[in-house]
């Protein structure tokens, strides 16, 4: 089990990154040909990415329950390599995605969302929790008189 922090600590990645989110729901859940392979690919391309050197840009991930995730990449450009790149685990799923559902994309859903964030514009913390989130994909440090409030971490005080 992952050890707790017990105290609140601030995330904190140095300069501009991406924020993904990125999950499925299972529409027919008896049309288990078409969901499972959708649901093992993610693994795989997990497994990849933490292997990867840090010239990828994929900085770490927490996952939101069994199929949903964040994912904090370097930038944009980053991500989308990733995602076009066809020796890499990411494209072979999303082809094969496409060719199994395309006459049944109601069967199982798959969703994304990708936001930019400026270094600074974006605040975050974790009281009593294990490395989490931005916390966990770039650094944590300590609350102090300086960064206890949601102002003061935005630089908005």
Do not use: C
């Not at 391309?45 to 050197?53: D, G, H, T, V």
């Not at 395309?102 to 969703?111: C, L, Q, T, Y």
């Amino acid at each position: 089990m992952t050890k707790v922090i017990p105290s609140r600590v601030a995330g904190r990645i140095e300069g501009d990154f991406v924020v993904f989110l990125i999950g499925m729901r299972v529409n027919k859940p008896w049309a288990l040909h078409k969901w499972l392979p959708v649901a093992l690919a993610m693994p795989r391309m997990i497994k990849e990415l933490e292997k990867a050197s840090r010239e990828v840009g994929f900085l770490g991930h927490t996952e939101l329950g069994l199929l949903n995730m964040v994912q904090y990449w370097r930038s944009f450009d980053h991500l989308e390599r990733y995602a076009r790149a066809h020796d890499a685990q990411h494209w072979p799923a999303w082809v094969d995605f496409n060719r199994r559902l395309k006459d049944s994309r109601g069967d199982v859903g798959i969703w994304h969302e990708t936001y930019r964030v400026h270094a600074g514009d974006y605040e975050a913390i974790y009281s009593g929790m294990p490395p989490f989130g931005l916390g966990k994909a770039g650094a944590s440090s300590g609350i102090t008189d300086a960064n206890d409030s949601a102002r003061q971490r935005l630089g908005a005080a």
